[in-house]
């Protein structure tokens, strides 16, 4: 049936189940550095740097072509990058062609973070709200007899974990697959008690080969992270989207009730 051809209440209500539709819009929520970058190794502390010859971990080998390990925070590696380290084995690196042939398997940038043993984290500026939220992450699998090791990504409001996923994606070797997994989006209702929190995206990991100098036996590396939120149906949204989406569609109504008008003269 043509739109045209509906009486006045039909119409009225197609318009309004349309802008309910507007106001149900997914976005994607700050986060600082989703992809690791950093600019050289010269802003990590002490013995932490990996350059080509260091000796540190197994870098005299060129595996990495520069990366920060042991609990080094990221906002001293190319400003304020957001991540922060807890060691022994986790940090930021520039993988050499040995890890990944060709680099361009990286999903994003030259860099990527990469865990042993050890969690990155990252507190974010947003704060827990009734909605959906789906939390995605790149996550690598090296081509040097690293294979992927036990890794679990979360996300936190406060202390609380609120969506997780653990060893759950099949990744082949030399290779990103970027893992969705269910369990990383979560619905969270207008009643739950951690609205407010803070939100946190936590990876961590615990290979079995243990901490230097042990050569680490397994490895996850992470990249490109992002955060969507879709808010529940009573928060307002955005104004500039809500306002193209209701004149779109007041633009269409008064079109069909001109032709209507029109039509009976």
Same mark, same amino acid.
Request: one cysteine or more; a negative charge.
């Given at each position: 049936?043509?739109?045209?051809?509906?009486?006045?209440? #039909?119409?009225? %209500?197609?318009?309004?189940?349309?802008?309910?539709? +507007?106001?149900?819009?997914?976005?994607?929520?700050?986060?600082?550095? *989703?992809?690791?970058?950093?600019?050289?190794?010269?802003? +990590?502390?002490?013995?932490?740097? &990996?350059?080509?010859?260091?000796?540190?971990? $197994?870098?005299?080998?060129?595996?990495?072509?520069?990366? +920060?390990?042991?609990? !080094?925070? %990221?906002? =001293?590696?190319?400003? #304020?990058?957001?991540?922060?380290?807890?060691?022994?084995?986790?940090?930021?690196?520039?993988?050499?062609?040995?890890?990944? =042939?060709?680099?361009?398997?990286? *999903?994003?940038?030259?860099?990527?973070?990469? $865990?042993?043993?050890?969690?990155?984290?990252?507190?974010?500026? #947003? !704060?827990?709200?009734?909605?959906?939220?789906?939390? #995605?992450?790149?996550?690598?699998?090296?081509?040097?007899?690293?294979? @992927?090791? *036990?890794?679990?990504?979360? @996300?936190?409001?406060?202390?609380?974990? $609120?969506?997780?996923?653990?060893?759950? &994606?099949?990744?082949?070797?030399?290779?990103?697959?970027?893992?969705? =997994?269910?369990?990383?989006?979560?619905?969270?209702?207008?009643?739950?008690?951690?609205?407010?929190?803070? @939100?946190?995206? @936590?990876?961590?990991?615990?290979?079995?080969?243990?901490?230097?100098?042990? &050569?680490? /036996?397994?490895?996850?590396? %992470?990249?490109?992270?992002?955060?969507?939120?879709?808010?529940?149906?009573?928060?307002?949204?955005?104004?500039?989207?809500? %306002?193209? +989406?209701?004149?779109?569609?007041? /633009?269409? &109504?008064?079109?069909?009730?001109?032709?209507?008008?029109?039509?009976?003269?």
């Amino acid at each position: 049936m043509a739109f045209n051809t509906l009486n006045i209440s #039909s119409k009225l %209500f197609i318009v309004a189940g349309a802008l309910a539709a +507007c106001q149900i819009q997914a976005a994607p929520l700050a986060i600082i550095n *989703p992809s690791f970058e950093f600019v050289d190794s010269t802003g +990590c502390s002490g013995n932490n740097r &990996l350059t080509a010859g260091s000796g540190n971990f $197994i870098d005299s080998g060129q595996q990495y072509v520069a990366g +920060c390990v042991d609990a !080094t925070p %990221f906002g =001293n590696v190319a400003g #304020s990058s957001g991540w922060s380290v807890s060691g022994p084995d986790a940090g930021a690196l520039a993988p050499a062609m040995l890890q990944y =042939n060709p680099l361009s398997r990286i *999903p994003d940038g030259t860099t990527v973070a990469f $865990i042993n043993t050890g969690s990155i984290f990252q507190v974010l500026s #947003s !704060t827990l709200q009734a909605g959906t939220y789906s939390l #995605s992450v790149f996550i690598g699998s090296r081509n040097d007899g690293a294979p @992927l090791g *036990p890794y679990t990504v979360e @996300l936190l409001a406060g202390s609380t974990v $609120i969506a997780s996923d653990s060893n759950d &994606l099949i990744v082949p070797a030399n290779s990103f697959v970027r893992d969705t =997994n269910p369990g990383l989006t979560v619905n969270i209702l207008a009643s739950n008690p951690n609205l407010g929190a803070h @939100l946190e995206i @936590l990876f961590s990991g615990n290979e079995p080969g243990g901490g230097p100098p042990v &050569l680490p /036996t397994n490895q996850a590396d %992470f990249d490109q992270v992002a955060l969507d939120f879709e808010a529940a149906q009573s928060i307002v949204p955005e104004p500039g989207s809500m %306002f193209l +989406c209701s004149a779109g569609i007041a /633009t269409i &109504l008064l079109r069909a009730l001109r032709r209507q008008r029109l039509g009976k003269q």
